[in-house]
């Protein structure tokens, strides 16, 4: 079993920034990928960055890359997302995921992951 729990969530102004962090517990943090998605009322989740669990792999959606840097902390047993010059678009919440799988690349897909955080409320206003 994994535990995943968001953090760093709030209220930004466009251009502004947030860094988001989701505490795992439960397994060794260093064996599987983890996986930053978003979600907003009536669509589907979307892929918004992964790192795999060495952290020498990452992968980015391209309407973040340039903009968001995924890491990973093992020895905290922590992941974050470094949200920088954020737009209204990236409004939603944010979830983390662990796949326990060894993927490298790290998965794009949320069939891929199979431990999810209960998400923290990301909102840019313009």
């Known amino acids: 079993q994994v535990q995943l729990v968001e953090s760093g969530g709030g209220l930004v102004q466009a251009g502004g920034s947030l860094r988001l962090s989701c505490a795992a517990s439960g397994r060794t943090f260093s064996r599987y990928a983890m996986g930053w998605f978003r979600q907003t009322p009536g669509k589907e989740r979307e892929f918004v960055a992964a790192?795999?669990?060495?952290?020498?792999?990452?992968n980015y959606a391209d309407s973040v890359k340039g903009r968001f840097t995924i890491s990973v902390d093992n020895a905290k047993n922590t992941l974050y997302l470094q949200m920088n010059s954020l737009k209204p678009e990236d409004t939603a919440v944010y979830y983390c995921?662990?796949?326990?799988?060894?993927?490298?690349?790290?998965?794009?897909?949320?069939?891929?992951?199979?431990?999810w955080g209960q998400g923290t409320q990301v909102t840019v206003s313009s």
């Open positions: 790192v795999s669990w060495y952290g020498g792999s990452t």
């Open positions: 995921a662990a796949d326990l799988s060894v993927r490298i690349p790290p998965g794009t897909l949320s069939s891929d992951y199979n431990y």
